[in-house]
T-cell receptor
Framework: ETGVTQTPRHLVMGMTNKKSLKCEQH?????MYWYKQSAKKPLELMFV???????ENNSVPSRFSPECPNSSHLFLHLHTLQPEDSALYLC??????????????FGPGTRLTVL | EDQVTQSPEALRLQEGESSSLNCSYT??????LFWYRQDPGKGPEFLFT???AGEEKEKERLKATLTKKESFLHITAPKPEDSATYLC???????????FGAGTTVTVRA
């Protein structure tokens, strides 16, 4: 595996279900991100992890719960979602080191549909 | 508050018809600006990083330029495989956060 991988690629869930999205990066990066992309809207940053520590929670509802067990893996646990949470969820990683640039590399995304 | 505006929203080109996309931004403490390409149902693919006004980067038929208030992505003699949504994202220097524009969807007809 290379780059950033995400599973599953597609997920359909009911409002009462609990599911998890998984992201793994094979780039040796030290920062990972969750973004939400809804139709016709810009990417919205949800969470940021630097060296496994959460440094950003962009006013995301508590029904989304991130977990970063190590610098290569990132999870997004979902429970009691609403239909408006249907979107493409993207994971990204980057290398943060002083003044170096911060280009983020994205995974293919998980297309989530909440019924 | 940071603002990023991309125009036009959609662009339909004939194969070989060159054009430019615009990204205007208001970001406090700009560290750099990124351009990404996104195909339908896929994650964004990194294209360029620009750091300072006057800088230019090229990749195949794409050339990105940067001024103090905006960036342009020029597509020269496009081919159908250049059809995608192009996203710009200024990077803030204080917290290294990206602010994405809504994108320009380019369709190139053969």
């Amino acid at each position: 595996e290379t780059g950033v991988t995400q599973t599953p690629r597609h997920l359909v869930m009911g409002m009462t279900n609990k599911k998890s999205l998984k992201c793994e990066q094979h780039l040796g990066h030290n920062a990972m991100y969750w973004y939400k992309q809804s139709a016709k809207k810009p990417l919205e940053l949800m969470f940021v992890y630097n060296f496994k520590e959460q440094t950003e929670n962009n006013s995301v509802p508590s029904r989304f719960s991130p977990e970063c067990p190590n610098s290569s893996h990132l999870f997004l646990h979902l429970h009691t979602l609403q239909p408006e949470d249907s979107a493409l969820y993207l994971c990204a990683s980057s290398q943060l080191a002083g003044l170096s640039y911060n280009e983020q590399f994205f995974g293919p995304g998980t297309r989530l549909t909440v019924l | 508050e940071d603002q990023v505006t991309q125009s036009p929203e959609a662009l339909r080109l004939q194969e070989g018809e060159s054009s430019s996309l615009n990204c205007s931004y208001t970001v406090s403490g700009l560290r750099g600006l990124f351009w990404y390409r996104q195909d339908p149902g896929k994650g964004p693919e990194f294209l360029f990083t620009l750091y300072s006004a006057g800088e230019e980067k090229e990749k195949e038929r794409l050339k990105a330029t940067l001024t103090k208030k905006e960036s342009f992505l020029h597509i020269t003699a496009p081919k159908p495989e250049d059809s995608a949504t192009y996203l710009c994202a200024p990077l803030r220097s204080n917290d290294y956060k990206l602010s994405f524009g809504a994108g320009t969807t380019v369709t190139v007809r053969a």
